[in-house]
Nanobody, 124 residues
Framework: QVQLVESGGGLVQAGGSLRLSCAAS????????VGWFRQAPGKEREFVTA????????YYADSVKGRFTISRDSAKNTEYLQMSSLKPEDTAVYYC?????????????????WGQGTQVTVSS
């Protein structure tokens, strides 16, 4: 079993940047595909991006492509979500999640382990 803890959220102006971290404990990330999801008030949780357990394959939602970058530091057992050119519509609670499937999956139900979430607020 793996435990996930997100950090790095906060308040930022539109056009700014933030880097979220997702630290894993209990097991190495190397055997998990890790994804980032977000949930805005009154909306369903949506897929943002994911990186395969091999660490070479990534996939991004169209809404963040070109602005967000997912990466992994295996030595620190930590995943990162670098967010740039932030927009007010990026405001949400961001969650990292992990699954032991090899493929990148975009549905929340496919992920077994979740962090507690970190709030990102982008002001206009």
């Amino acid at each position: 079993q793996v435990q996930l803890v997100e950090s790095g959220g906060g308040l930022v102006q539109a056009g700014g940047s933030l880097r979220l971290s997702c630290a894993a404990s209990g097991r190495s990330f190397s055997r998990y595909t890790v994804g980032w999801f977000r949930q805005a008030p009154g909306k369903e949780r949506e897929f943002v991006t994911a990186i395969s357990w091999i660490g070479t394959n990534t996939y991004y939602a169209d809404s963040v492509k070109g602005r967000f970058t997912i990466s992994r530091d295996s030595a620190k057992n930590t995943e990162y979500l670098q967010m740039s050119s932030l927009k007010p519509e990026d405001t949400a609670v961001y969650y990292c999640a992990a699954t032991q499937t090899v493929r990148i999956l975009i549905t929340p139900g496919a992920y077994d382990y979740w962090g507690q979430g970190t709030q990102v607020t982008v002001s206009s």
